[in-house]
């Protein structure tokens, strides 16, 4: 008995000081911000990565290392930014940059004490490399145009309805009225 309680005693040791071990600690300067949610980019196809921030002192921040992946230590951060993209001087930004991938899609990261932007400040729609792009270059998915021609044709349809509807609802009032003199 003696054997067993000291096994379990060992295992629960072990099992707290793996978990101890493996704990990644968030930098400071990372819990300044967060990633909106950007579900309402949904439907932004994008064919290329990269990042924008509309101020200057936020894009110094950012910087690319091709050769290997420094973005690791950004925790909850890293479901909105793309790989390989990382801090350089371990500041926060000050407002909000855009970060898009095949991947990813569209996103946001943003500063806590910055004032809240909408997720469409950084989706770039019908993006062309002739024009200067500020934001994600989204070209709309397929499927959402195929949801939207879909749903026109609906309403169009119940539109036609109601102006049927109504004018036959006036015509038998207007013979009711005439019937009952």
């Known amino acids: 008995m003696c054997a067993l309680w000291c096994y379990a005693i060992t295992y629960l040791a072990l099992t707290v000081a793996w978990a ?9 300067f990372v819990k300044k ?10 439907d932004c196809e994008v064919k ?11 894009r110094i921040q950012i910087h ?3 050769d290997g992946n420094i973005s690791t230590g950004l925790g909850y951060l890293a479901d909105c930014m793309v790989p390989h993209y990382y801090f350089y001087n ?3 930004i000050s407002h909000i940059c855009c970060f898009w991938s095949p991947i990813i899609g569209c996103q946001q990261v943003r500063n806590l004490k910055a004032q809240k932007a909408p997720c469409d400040t950084c989706a770039n729609w019908n993006w062309s490399p002739d024009r200067h792009h500020a934001g ?38 207007v013979q009711q009225t005439f019937a009952t003199n």
């Open 33 to 42: 911000m967060k990633c909106a949610d950007c579900s309402m980019n949904k």
């Open 64 to 66: 690319y290392n091709r």
């Open 90 to 92: 371990k500041q926060s």
């Open 20 to 28: 101890n071990a493996t704990k990644i600690e968030i930098p400071a």
């Open 48 to 58: 290329s990565t990269g990042f924008y921030c509309p101020f200057v002192s936020d």
């Open 136 to 173: 994600c270059p989204c070209q709309e998915k397929e499927e959402a145009v195929k949801r939207k021609k879909k749903k026109g044709k609906e309403g169009s349809g119940t539109k036609r309805t109601h102006f049927g509807i109504v004018p036959m609802i006036l015509i038998h009032v």
